[in-house]
């Protein structure tokens, strides 16, 4: 039977665990795929830790991943535009996951992978890459205008980084000192965070920025809030209720194969790098949700299924 890897209940890694499941069967305008490759992303662990359960409970046990790439292995019902053998990415459907062997999408957020974009590429764009080109297109900066992303060195801030900088936008971020090399790899500006950010963003930019990406939320987008010339240029996808505090909202995300196709087609023409820096075997999938979870990748982590 087909290994998955699941937690079992809310809690620490202790929780995880690989169980054989059946072949899952995919429903009405549903796709079965052959995992090739899974995208590791902090709400995998801030799922199993508990954090989100209040608004978002799971039923357990759940499995992990939330972005996936595969093979298409058989179709539901009234599904259109796809076949059997197509290379696919996309967003697994509810109560199912990425860490798996078989998974099954919902046709609505799958979309085909071009060719000349890798598995492993493929597997991050669903979430990360999605998000930082709905954020960019929510803020509606533009030419000449600047950014500043809290938490650049992430996978949606290296993605919203390269699709400002390539829309004139003059991209700045806050990071640790050590994630310095790639984000300046993306022409934007590193700002490290900690005590006195806001005075360093100042001194590069005395009249302050003209939109805040947050993908941090808390007392680190505070600190720089009060830097943004207009409140509604605000954004997050992090800490909403931090944002409100200072006119700004959750990041309005679109979840269609329409933004999929969008982002795929960035990375295939080589405007876009997801930055897959570390992928691991799938035997290896406890250690990768651990190095996201310990805050310090640089750019994404992918297990590798098949």
């Known amino acids: 039977m087909p ?114 974009v890798s598995f492993e590429d493929a597997a991050t764009l669903t979430v990360a890459a999605a998000t930082a080109h709905d954020g960019i297109v929510h803020l509606g900066l533009s030419e000449g205008q600047t950014l500043l992303i809290t938490g650049i060195g992430g996978g949606v801030g290296v993605a919203a980084a390269q699709i400002a900088r390539d829309s004139g936008i003059a991209v700045f971020g806050t990071a640790s000192e050590s994630k310095r090399a790639l984000v300046e790899s993306l022409d934007a500006t590193l700002i490290p965070y900690g005590d006195g950010v806001e005075q360093r963003v100042r001194d590069l930019l005395p009249d302050g920025v003209d939109g805040i990406y947050d993908l941090v939320g808390g007392d680190a987008l505070r600190a720089v809030a009060g830097l943004l010339k207009d409140g509604a240029k605000l954004i997050t996808a992090a800490d909403p209720r931090t944002a409100a505090e200072f006119g700004g909202a959750m990041v309005n995300r679109d979840r269609t194969s329409k933004i999929l196709d969008e982002v795929a087609a960035l990375v295939a023409a080589g405007k876009l790098d997801p930055h897959v820096n570390d992928v691991v075997a799938f035997d290896d999938a406890a250690h990768a949700i651990a190095a996201v979870e310990s805050g310090h990748p640089q750019g994404k982590v992918v297990v590798r299924i098949d």
């Open 3 to 116: 290994k998955v890897f699941r937690f079992a209940e809310y809690g620490g890694p202790e929780t995880q665990e690989f169980v054989d499941l059946p072949k899952p069967t995919p429903g009405p305008s549903e796709l079965l795929v052959r995992v090739k490759a899974a995208s590791v992303n902090p709400i995998d662990y801030k799922v199993r830790q508990g954090l989100l359960k209040d608004f978002a409970p799971r039923e357990l046990p759940s499995e992990f991943g939330s972005e996936v790439s595969g093979v298409v292995e058989a179709l539901g019902q009234d599904v259109d535009g796809f076949a059997v053998g197509d290379e696919v990415f996309g967003q697994p459907a509810e109560t199912h996951g990425a860490f798996s062997e078989y998974t099954v999408t919902s046709a609505i957020a799958t979309a085909k992978k071009p060719p000349q």
